[in-house]
């Protein structure tokens, strides 16, 4: 959009690289022109410019009195292409690899930041076992020994026919039809292995540049010409065990580099292919050998009950002892090591990364012909061990996320925030969503295809057919209308809350604008607007209750499942009449909810893949969930962040380092957080001319209440000491965006801008005659105190030095002409 106020006059060259924010904009809408050129970049991100623009550098008289605009686009690394709305799938994936980088921050606590790391890594581990699990629970026990075990079942599908156990033909015995059941399960794997993989060729795998970054990251002189020469602060520091597992074992803290950057800014911080590629090969063989170890139980029980030869029983031993063994060196390569951020690790552990997938997979193809030998007296009756499974894994869970509090607590303790989310409890409780999303999409796909597999009979209740998924599955569903009944209360107490706080701001609105003759419409809806707005300073609460809920009652579900032993239609049978009704009632819907949860969940994610619009409303999800690497879960969405901060980091390098000009990076809503990103990976002698303007900015709202190890107080005000000068603008009808609360310091002045006024007029004027729409998070160009606020930060950056001859066209950076 057009500048509302006049661009600054003197300085000389200047450029203006705007960062459009969450659900992406079009180079034409960033540029508020129809006619825009990619400079540089490919189809998945560029900078744009307009075609009037592409010659700036050749030409800087003609921009003497405004700055050149400049517009990255990064929204196709979130929702270019219809296989994306697949992530989806992912989800609870995603959701553990946040918990991973919302822990507090403890620079004197490095044993408990690994030990932090390893935990979340353990439940990510564990989310992997549980899908693949869900996967044997469909194809292995629901599908090939109940459904084809059962003479009405197969006799209802044709395609189940030549597994009938009725037709005695050779794929009928129970161990061969769950060998061929099998691959359904490591297919999956296979899936996720590729994905994971093609995605880290094209993310992790992209080294980010070092060309101009050729100043060590120390503390500038007293005499530096920025006039700073403060010496780092403390609470800037990147926390010293914050992912170093890769050090020595024994090295000192005294003997580690010295860091003077914050995490953000390291070397390696963006660079995560190493530890993918490691979590990558540990989490494709848990995935084989949770397959292999439902293959190799079901015939070791059936083999140690009838007594075969001998062959047949110490074969299964040993592929037994061998799923132990891989299923330990997988734990040992999750908790062994963690991020390596303080240098740019380039080292690939190619041994590891093959033999223990393979090795995995090969004990996989030993234990389907072992299940394959003929046993024409083994018959399939009742379940295969689903509830052992499913139980021991939500015990798990539960044990790791309880032991991930505390350690957060003992952290939280070290260094407290007043704002931190849940007092150091965030990573802990979106892990216990992950594992909640994990349960609920297992469980779903279970008790879908049991629904269809039994017909119109309810699974477990014995009333038709007798297919049905493990107790503890419909234990877990059961409580889903209980968990839905006890979010009333908080839902009923915001909605009062925030019609309270629409009233009480009545008041304020009127005198903020200073209106003569209020309208109560126009009054109440801006109010109004403010209260919603701030109910986003609700979530943590909102998810600590949600978070506790589920843990107390997936510990229920289990007790339930294990002490009733069957579904709770069935447990409660004797009991007073309204209590039976009611635990018959909480099961029907809660079958109901799940199944068609994952119904809507997969026909949300058809739907985005053919609907650009729908994927686009996804990837807005992606922007916010995917900006950090891949620290947890190397199955989750790949970090977006990993390809555009390195983008913008090299384009604000080459172009100030080739053009002398002054720099002014501007960033929308999640642009603003890269931009801040980007910053911190410069170098000092680009950050001196480098001014960082955010408006609609959740770098504090949320990232520094979530993420406070990397967002916090600490690293925002060391933030503002680096960059030359920065302003933040924000409204407050705005629910994502706020202020940064980073305070003036010596000579630099408070990083927020007083809070702009939304409609930027209350009723008509001459200058408005029309009633001004309340923009909210939106539209930050429109408001006349952008423009003004750019210009000043302009003026305040050291004028543009002479331009160095012949390098105009040194490189595609410095004229911003694409070669191709």
């Known amino acids: 959009m057009s500048p509302a106020t006049p661009s600054p006059k003197h300085g000389g060259a200047a450029l203006e690289l705007l960062v459009h924010g969450v659900g992406g904009a079009t180079p034409q809408d960033m540029l508020d022109d129809p006619r825009t050129v990619r400079v540089t970049g490919d189809a998945t991100a560029a900078m744009y410019r307009r075609c009037d623009d592409l010659d700036a550098e050749d030409h800087p008289e003609r921009y003497a009195e405004r700055p050149v605009p400049e517009a990255y686009c990064w929204s196709n690394l979130t929702s270019g292409n219809g296989a994306r709305a697949l992530w989806l799938l992912l989800l609870p994936f995603m959701v553990a690899n946040l918990a991973h980088w919302m822990r507090p921050p403890a620079p004197d606590r490095p044993g408990l930041v690994r030990l932090y790391g390893v935990l979340v890594r353990l439940v990510a581990l564990t989310l992997t076992v549980l899908l693949t699990a869900a996967a044997c629970e469909v194809a292995l ?35 061969r039809r769950l060998a061929l059941a099998a691959v359904v399960p490591a297919a999956l794997v296979g899936l996720l292995w590729y994905l994971s993989n093609r995605t880290w060729s094209a993310y992790e795998a992209q080294r980010p540049p070092t060309a101009y970054d050729d100043t060590p990251p120390l503390a500038e002189p007293a005499g530096s010409p920025s006039g700073r020469g403060e010496p780092a602060d403390p609470a800037t520091d990147a926390d010293p065990g914050a992912e170093a597992d890769d050090e020595p074992a024994g090295t000192p803290e005294s003997a580690l580099p010295t860091e003077l950057r914050p995490a953000l ?23 084989f050998l949770t397959v292999a170890a439902a293959l190799t139980g079901a015939t070791g029980r059936h083999d140690r009950a009838t007594a075969p030869d001998a062959l047949h029983t110490d074969f299964g031993w040993g592929l037994q002892a061998a799923v132990v063994v891989l299923a330990a060196v997988v734990l040992w390569v999750v908790c062994r090591r963690g991020r390596s951020e303080r240098r740019l690790d380039l080292r690939l552990e190619r041994a590891l990364v093959a033999w223990l997938p393979c090795a995995s997979l090969l004990l996989l193809a030993l234990a389907v012909p072992h299940a394959c030998w003929s046993r024409p007296e083994w018959r399939s009756a009742g379940t295969l061990p689903g509830d052992t499974t499913f139980g021991a894994l939500t015990l798990v869970q539960g044990g790791l996320v309880v032991a991930l509090g505390a350690v957060a607590l003992l952290l939280h303790r070290r260094r407290p925030e007043s704002r931190t989310a849940l007092h150091g409890l965030g990573g802990p409780a979106v892990a216990m ?259 960082l303007l955010t408006y609609g900015s959740p770098l504090e709202r949320l990232y520094g209440r979530w993420f406070p190890a990397y967002f916090g107080p600490g690293p925002l005000r060391g933030l503002h000491r680096t960059v030359h000068c920065w302003s933040n603008l924000h409204r407050a009808t705005d629910p994502i965006g706020g202020p940064v609360r980073v305070p003036a310091e010596g000579d630099r002045p408070a990083v927020d801008r007083p809070v702009l006024l939304d409609p930027v007029e209350y009723g008509r004027t001459p200058a408005h005659p029309l009633p001004e729409p309340i923009l909210g998070h939106s539209d930050y160009q429109a408001d006349p105190v952008f423009a003004a606020e750019r210009a000043a930060l302009l003026d305040r950056l050291p004028p543009a030095l002479p331009r160095q001859r012949g390098t105009a066209r040194t490189d595609q950076g410095s004229s911003g002409r694409s070669s191709g």
């Open 265 to 287: 800014g390291r070397r390696g911080f963006w660079y995560g292919r190493r530890l993918v590629a490691r979590l990558r090969a540990a989490h494709t063989a848990a995935g």
């Open 433 to 691: 969503l992950a594992c909640a999303l994990g349960g609920v999409m297992s469980g779903g796909v279970a008790q879908r295809v049991a629904d269809w597999l039994d017909g119109s009979a309810t699974p477990g209740m014995g009333d038709g057919s007798p297919i049905g998924p493990p107790v503890l599955l419909s234990w877990q569903a059961s409580v889903i209308p209980v968990l839905l009944v006890m979010l009333l209360a908080p839902a009923a107490l915001l909605a009062v809350r925030t019609a309270r706080a629409a009233r009480r701001l009545g008041p304020v609105v009127e005198a903020a604008y200073a209106t003569v003759t209020p309208d109560p419409v126009r009054t109440g809806r801006i109010a109004a607007t403010r209260a919603r707005a701030g109910l986003t300073d609700f979530a943590p609460p909102l998810v600590g209750i949600v978070s506790g809920a589920t843990l107390f009652l997936g510990a229920a579900s289990v007790a339930g499942a294990w002490i009733g032993g069957a579904v709770p239609g069935r447990a409660f049978e004797g009991a007073h009449p309204a209590i039976a009704s009611a635990a018959d009632t909480a099961q029907s819907l809660g079958s109901w909810m799940i199944g068609f949860g994952f119904i809507l969940f997969v026909t949300w994610g058809r739907r985005a893949y053919k609907d650009a619009s729908a994927r686009r409303t996804i990837g807005i999800l992606w922007d916010v969930g995917t900006f950090w690497p891949r620290a947890a879960h190397p199955f989750a969405p790949p970090c977006y962040a990993e390809r555009a901060v390195p983008d913008l980091t090299w384009r604000m390098s080459s172009w100030t380092r080739h053009t002398g000009g002054r720099l002014v990076i501007s960033g929308h809503s999640q642009g603003s957080v890269l931009a801040a990103a980007a910053v911190w990976q410069l170098p000092p002698a680009t950050r001196k001319r480098v001014a």
């Open 141 to 175: 026990d629901l599908t090939a020994w109940q459904c084809a075990g059962d003479a009405a079942c197969a006799q209802d599908r044709s395609w189940l026919g030549f597994l009938s156990a009725e037709r005695g033909g050779w794929w009928s015995q129970p161990g």
